[in-house]
């Protein structure tokens, strides 16, 4: 079975840092560009960041740029997003997603919530 | 970037009736767009690629059509199970933007 698993999630202080982690199963995983999809408490999707196969593309939303980078571990199926300077408005569920264009494959996501 | 926009917000409808949902995009993506569907507190589902292709596994009764920057999310004959919001989402370039979503509520 084609799965995606998050974890890392939690309370943070403003601030703060947090890593995420998205364990795959039941694919190739180097095969695939990775990303992630953000949604606040009511509210809709916003897409991330974006990470190619090998890692040697990499792609950020402006709102998260020098605040936020994404990477993989091919060797144990593994994506991640270091979040640093964390604020209120990081608040929000984080969806791991396989694909670059068609996200077909989703995680049941990870909540990050960002409170003092 | 490139923005996504939505209409309508929201809709009330029928079982059986035909709902139509707008996406229009703010500059020429050609058929770069998809269609997601999100159930309440459940993680969003792809139903319709490249503007107009239906997912394997996805019903019939879902479609999708436009060109450059307008587009349309179809449901032909609605179900009771059909109660979600839908999301347009572009992969002309990077960032990828989805639209402000359409939440469906089946009367």
Not at chain 1, 11 to 27: E, H, M, N, Y
Not at chain 1, 98 to 107: E, I, Y
Not at chain 2, 38 to 45: E, F, I, T
Not at chain 2, 52 to 70: C, D, I, K, W
Request: proline share 3%.
């Amino acid at each position: 079975e084609v799965q995606l698993v998050e974890s890392g999630g939690g309370l943070v202080q403003p601030g703060g840092s947090l890593r995420l982690s998205c364990t795959a199963s039941g694919f190739t995983f180097s095969n695939y560009w990775m990303t992630w999809v953000r949604q606040a408490p009511g509210k809709g999707l916003v897409w991330v960041a974006n990470i190619r196969e090998d890692g040697s593309e990499k792609y950020y939303v402006d709102s998260v740029k020098g605040r936020v980078t994404i990477s993989r571990d091919n060797a144990k199926n593994s994506l991640y997003l270091q979040m640093n300077s964390l604020r209120a408005e990081d608040t929000a569920v984080y969806y791991c997603v396989r694909g670059r264009q068609f996200f077909r494959v989703w995680g049941q996501g990870t909540t990050v919530t960002v409170s003092s | 970037d490139i923005q996504m926009t939505q209409s309508p917000f929201s809709l009330s409808a029928s079982v059986g009736d035909r709902v139509t949902i707008t996406c229009q995009a703010s500059q020429d993506i050609n058929r770069n767009l998809n269609w997601y569907q999100q159930k309440s507190g459940k993680a969003p589902k792809l139903l319709i690629f490249d503007a107009s292709n239906l997912e394997t596994g996805v019903p019939s009764r879902f479609s999708g059509s436009g060109y450059a920057t307008a587009f349309t999310f179809t449901i032909s004959s609605l179900q009771p199970e059909d109660s979600a919001t839908y999301y347009c989402q572009h992969y002309y370039n990077f960032p990828r933007t989805f639209g402000q979503g359409t939440k469906l509520e089946i009367k």
